[in-house]
């Protein structure tokens, strides 16, 4: 999401209130791990015939 001061403030996926972390404590998560949820939930409602 962004920084302040030492801090870099996250927020979930979907959305949600932010959080401050400490960036010493962050790794890069892959894309396809990050998207992999909303890909299942997606494939979900199409087999439910969803949109």
Excluded: F, I, Y
């Amino acid at each position: 999401m962004g920084h302040v001061g030492p801090h870099v403030q996250l927020r979930p996926l979907g959305g949600g209130r932010e959080w401050d972390a400490d960036p010493a404590r962050l790794e890069r998560v892959p894309v396809s791990t990050a998207l992999r949820p909303l890909v299942a939930e997606a494939n979900a409602r199409s087999r439910k015939g969803e949109r």
